[in-house]
């Protein structure tokens, strides 16, 4: 592996060939570089090309060439344009600061202790912009997967392994919480750095933000998930609908007859086409083009819709049991809250509201809902409706659960 000796040949290497990586990057999806192409780009310079090589800034593929993974990845990070999901590193960032707090607390050298504080900033630094850029990714990743995946067994797998990403991103939320909070309290309280202070309440701040865009995303992914089974459940009602008719039963065994007598909807009726023509004389002056232009555009979307429709379901995409969670609706729950507490102080002002915890498991939801999910949907509660809600500083206790008292505001 060819070693750079300095950022500054480093930064000459690049600079020289900036035209070709440019494209090379902006392409780097959707088009093999054959090697003829590069060299044209670099004024069929074939010394460049081969210094390119050498350095192993790209690499050779019989005639076709690629940027290299260490570039590609420094210019993704640089630029945000990387959209892996990846909570190893964070996980790293935990451990590595373990370690460093672990080294400050043995050291005895104040400008040595200071360089393990230098560091400990920079990682909590690393762990909130990998943090907010993941939960970014993870949102593109469920809307690209759910509305560009043509094959419905790869968008349902798609989605259950985002899930499984969302899960590990609100661990290691919950674990940096824990660090600062618990694991390395002796830490915090001898290191009296005021940079540090502001680093950690930034970065509190911004984990609180990324876990109420975990919640939305769980929602999204529910939602989602059974948008499918709505589909799954209507192409195998079209099938049957289908069979019936290729077996002429479908007046007999079942009331299609009853149904288009009732229905007088215009949408039967069809739309009429009102399509006109332009003369030629207007089509070959400059007026037109913007026309045109647009038409062919319109054309070239369809194009691609049309590659992009779901293929036709399998027998045993229709038999497969697939199991889906119907989605609590917070907005509709919080509200009967607030409506039954409105309720109750008209009809009783001398007792006292029931608070949001007590109301949550005593309340019949449309499906069985144990206690730990009620604490999870009290939490996301609070979180997202904190302006029509009083969280008071009085607790109660239920099972294993200590909570705060929350009332509506």
Same mark, same amino acid.
């Given at each position: 592996?060819?070693?750079?000796?300095?950022?500054?040949?480093?930064?000459?290497?690049?600079?020289?060939?900036?035209?070709?990586?440019?494209?090379?990057?902006?392409?780097?999806?959707?088009?093999?570089?054959?090697?003829?192409?590069?060299?044209?780009?670099?004024?069929?310079?074939?010394?460049?090309?081969?210094?390119?090589?050498?350095?192993?800034?790209?690499?050779?593929?019989?005639?076709?060439?690629?940027?290299?993974?260490?570039? !590609?990845?420094?210019?993704?990070?640089?630029?945000?344009? %990387?959209?892996?999901?990846?909570?190893?590193?964070?996980?790293?960032?935990?451990?590595?600061?373990?370690?460093? !707090?672990? /080294?400050?607390?043995?050291?005895?050298? $104040?400008?040595?202790?200071?360089?393990?504080?230098? %560091?400990?900033?920079?990682?909590?630094?690393?762990?909130?912009?990998?943090?907010? #850029?993941?939960?970014?990714?993870?949102?593109?990743?469920?809307?690209?997967?759910?509305?560009?995946?043509?094959? /419905?067994?790869?968008?349902?797998?798609?989605?259950? %392994?985002?899930?499984?990403?969302?899960?590990?991103?609100?661990?290691?939320?919950?674990?940096?919480?824990?660090?600062?909070?618990?694991?390395?309290?002796?830490?915090?309280?001898?290191?009296?750095?005021?940079?540090?202070?502001?680093?950690?309440?930034?970065?509190?701040?911004?984990?609180?933000?990324?876990?109420? &865009?975990?919640?939305?995303?769980?929602?999204?992914?529910?939602?989602?998930?059974?948008?499918?089974?709505?589909?799954?459940?209507?192409?195998?009602?079209?099938?049957?609908?289908?069979?019936?008719?290729?077996?002429?039963?479908?007046?007999?065994?079942? %009331?299609?007859?009853?149904?288009?007598?009732?229905?007088?909807?215009?949408?039967?009726?069809?739309?009429? $086409?009102?399509?006109?023509?332009? &003369?030629?004389?207007?089509? &070959?002056?400059?007026?037109?083009? $913007?026309?045109?232009?647009?038409?062919?555009?319109?054309?070239?979307?369809?194009?691609?819709? #049309?590659?992009?429709?779901?293929?036709?379901?399998?027998?045993?995409?229709?038999?497969?049991?697939?199991?889906?969670?119907?989605?609590?609706?917070?907005?509709?729950?919080?509200?009967?809250?607030?409506?039954?507490?409105?309720?109750?102080?008209?009809?009783? $002002?001398?007792?006292?509201?029931?608070?949001?915890?007590?109301?949550?498991?005593?309340?019949?939801?449309?499906?069985?809902?144990?206690?730990?999910?009620?604490?999870?949907?009290?939490?996301?509660?609070?979180?997202?409706?904190?302006?029509?809600?009083?969280?008071?500083?009085?607790?109660?206790?239920?099972?294993?659960?200590?909570?705060?008292?929350?009332?509506?505001?």
């Amino acid at each position: 592996m060819y070693i750079f000796r300095s950022i500054h040949e480093i930064i000459n290497t690049v600079a020289a060939s900036r035209t070709l990586l440019t494209e090379m990057f902006e392409k780097r999806k959707t088009l093999s570089f054959r090697y003829s192409d590069a060299l044209a780009l670099l004024k069929d310079d074939e010394n460049r090309l081969k210094l390119l090589l050498e350095k192993e800034v790209i690499r050779q593929n019989g005639n076709f060439v690629e940027l290299d993974a260490r570039f !590609m990845d420094f210019f993704e990070l640089l630029l945000e344009a %990387n959209e892996e999901i990846n909570t190893a590193v964070i996980d790293e960032n935990i451990e590595y600061l373990h370690e460093l !707090m672990d /080294y400050y607390a043995k050291e005895r050298i $104040p400008s040595r202790k200071e360089s393990y504080v230098r %560091n400990i900033k920079i990682t909590f630094r690393k762990i909130a912009r990998t943090t907010i #850029r993941n939960i970014m990714n993870l949102q593109t990743s469920i809307d690209h997967a759910f509305k560009h995946e043509p094959t /419905y067994q790869i968008k349902i797998a798609k989605l259950e %392994n985002l899930d499984k990403k969302r899960i590990n991103i609100q661990r290691l939320i919950d674990t940096t919480e824990n660090l600062i909070l618990h694991d390395e309290r002796k830490f915090f309280q001898e290191a009296t750095d005021e940079e540090l202070k502001r680093i950690l309440l930034e970065l509190r701040s911004e984990l609180q933000l990324s876990a109420h &865009s975990l919640i939305r995303a769980q929602q999204d992914i529910i939602n989602y998930l059974n948008q499918i089974k709505s589909q799954v459940i209507l192409v195998e009602k079209i099938r049957k609908v289908k069979y019936l008719h290729d077996t002429f039963e479908l007046r007999a065994k079942s %009331n299609l007859t009853e149904v288009v007598e009732r229905e007088h909807s215009v949408l039967l009726e069809g739309n009429p $086409p009102s399509s006109f023509k332009l &003369s030629l004389g207007y089509l &070959s002056g400059d007026e037109a083009r $913007p026309v045109i232009l647009k038409v062919l555009k319109n054309l070239q979307y369809r194009e691609t819709a #049309r590659s992009n429709e779901a293929g036709a379901f399998s027998e045993e995409d229709m038999e497969a049991a697939a199991v889906y969670q119907e989605a609590i609706d917070l907005d509709e729950t919080a509200g009967c809250y607030i409506q039954a507490q409105a309720q109750a102080l008209w009809n009783h $002002p001398e007792k006292d509201p029931e608070d949001l915890f007590s109301f949550l498991m005593r309340y019949s939801f449309p499906r069985e809902v144990d206690d730990r999910e009620r604490t999870t949907l009290f939490c996301q509660i609070v979180s997202l409706y904190e302006n029509q809600l009083r969280i008071t500083d009085r607790y109660g206790v239920y099972k294993e659960y200590e909570y705060a008292k929350v009332y509506p505001a």
